[in-house]
């Protein structure tokens, strides 16, 4: 986690820290939620930091806490968690009936001695009481939470779980004001704790102004929503791995299943879906690398600048976007094609305890979280409404109209000795503009109450116009021919007509060992 805030990888430094992510994700205890939350209290932090307004006090706090955050030193290094979710709300917050208070110290009138945190450092001045009803990371080391103010708005809080005993004459620790209630029973992500949490003068810190908790706890969720789209694509990038490694070695009907065009047909498919939601949340990381302002080598820079599709002040808009559309995607393509992936080994897919490296049903129960945790598919949807809809909106489409334009212009630009190369170019600009016009066109037509209504048809809209850009750059880049194979049969599905499927039977069964195995199948007899 603490990859994402060194200075040293520059812009660079999330893309860093996202690969290592989507290869860490299928094989941790689901220790990526507490990742992610502590990433985004990190940032959070780092942000008030940043503020000139910042009282001394919480400065020396906050940047002790966000030292530990970021820490790689197992001593000191914390994780934290994030208490949003109430009984009365669930993901509309504005329900929240968790209460904070400013608290006098009575150590001012000598009656009491100030309690500290484990680190020394004094106790928030905040007084927190409430339920917290689904709150994950419960053994983490700090927390950020919302609570209302005395006037009913909404503030965000930062605390540490632990403090110094009360007890007078003692050096022990004791909760800060947290009583579990609860564990939770859940589908998957056994492994980590989500209870439920009695907040009894819990003592913590405000973060941001008063009243502006949704605006600063928004900072945390374009993190974790990264961060669960990453968790999506590393559990289903491992789906697949298992998938094509069984295929190898089972033998159906007396021959191997990647000597079976079906099979191999449908890990095609599969991957075909996987690769551009991939893609997708590698360029969301991309971007917020530099959108957080990180300066990068001039030799990183001039790498940069060579495949960015955006130019830097366009980067924010593009963000904004991709993040809900990458979090919503990636969950509901993971978890369909885990499921897949599972089919796939047949009865032993099934299984959970044979051989943890085939464990693909526990990769399934887990991942079925993604689509709900941090917001829902609809929760999202309504988010890229309101993206493209709102004040930001016109710069927004903008932004993508000018992506789009320069990406068909490349490929109706490219010059190759083969006309086929032409054509597929000229076939995939062709099909991209009219969908990106159509799109276009409906989110001006329709108003922001109608578009609420086709939330999830414009978002799988936009999805598809941002994937069909990255794909086919990708593929154009180098030439690779399983990328241009799964571009082509990204684009060609998307209208309506699948081109690869007029191709002769040998040909197709060839290309799908090529999209799934980076290689072509030896010809086979039987075919």
């Not at 819990?202 to 009243?211: D, E, I, L, T």
């Not at 054509?423 to 329709?446: E, P």
């Amino acid at each position: 986690m603490a990859i994402g805030h060194d200075q040293t990888y520059g812009r660079h430094a999330r893309t860093y820290q996202f690969v290592k992510y989507h290869i860490w994700a299928p094989w941790n205890a689901f220790v990526t939620c507490p990742s992610a939350m502590t990433d985004g209290g990190a940032q959070l932090l780092k942000l008030q930091l940043a503020k000139n307004d910042l009282d001394d006090e919480r400065r020396a706090v906050f940047g002790d806490y966000y030292r530990r955050l970021t820490s790689q030193n197992p001593e000191q290094a914390w994780t934290s968690g994030q208490w949003m979710t109430e009984r009365p709300g669930g993901s509309d917050v504005r329900a929240t009936e968790t209460q904070a208070s400013n608290r006098v110290s009575a150590s001012s009138t000598g009656s009491e001695t100030q309690q500290m945190d484990i680190t020394g450092k004094p106790l928030g001045p905040i007084s927190i009481t409430g339920f917290k009803w689904f709150s994950s990371a419960t053994d983490a080391n700090a927390t950020v939470l919302l609570a209302k103010e005395p006037d009913g708005s909404l503030s965000s809080f930062f605390a540490p779980m632990r403090r110094t005993s009360s007890s007078i004459g003692t050096t022990d620790t004791e909760l800060n004001g947290v009583q579990i209630q609860r564990l939770k029973s859940k589908l998957g992500t056994h492994a980590l704790p989500t209870a439920e949490l009695v907040l009894t003068d819990m003592r913590a810190w405000r973060v941001g102004k008063p009243g502006q908790g949704v605006k600063e706890i928004s900072t945390i969720l374009n993190i974790t929503r990264l961060h669960t789209a990453m968790t999506a694509v590393g559990l289903l990038g491992r789906g697949l791995a298992v998938a094509r490694a069984f295929a190898k070695v089972r033998r159906a009907h007396n021959r191997l299943l990647m000597d079976t065009p079906v099979h191999v047909h449908t890990l095609a498919e599969l991957h075909v879906e996987y690769r551009p939601v991939m893609f997708l949340t590698y360029y969301t990381a991309a971007l917020l690398g530099v959108c957080e302002g990180q300066q990068a080598s001039s030799t990183n820079k001039s790498l940069c600048e060579q495949s960015r599709l955006v130019p830097d002040e366009a980067a924010p808009l593009i963000l904004r976007l991709l993040t809900p559309l990458a979090k919503m995607t990636a969950a509901k393509v993971s978890i369909a094609g885990l499921a897949e992936c599972m089919e796939s080994l047949g009865g032993l897919g099934y299984l959970e305890n044979e051989d943890p490296a085939l464990n693909i049903a526990r990769l399934f129960r887990d991942a079925n979280v993604l689509s709900i945790w941090e917001g829902t598919t609809n929760i999202m949807a309504d988010d890229v409404i309101r993206i493209v809809k709102g004040s930001g909106g016109p710069a927004t489409l903008t932004a993508l109209d000018s992506m789009v334009s320069s990406a068909t212009a490349r490929w109706r630009s490219i010059s190759e000795t083969s006309s086929g190369s032409r054509k597929l170019c000229q076939a995939w600009a062709d099909q991209l503009g009219i969908v990106w016009t159509d799109v276009r066109c409906n989110i001006d037509l329709f108003s922001k109450e109608e578009l609420l209504l086709r939330g999830r048809i414009l978002a799988k809209e936009l999805t598809w116009v941002i994937c069909s850009v990255l794909l086919a750059e990708d593929a154009l880049s180098d030439g690779d021919a399983a990328a241009v194979e799964v571009c082509d049969r990204w684009i060609s599905k998307r209208g309506g007509h699948e081109l690869f499927g007029l191709k002769a039977a040998p040909t197709s069964a060839e290309l799908d060992h090529l999209v799934v195995y980076g290689t072509y199948a030896r010809v086979m007899a039987q075919l």
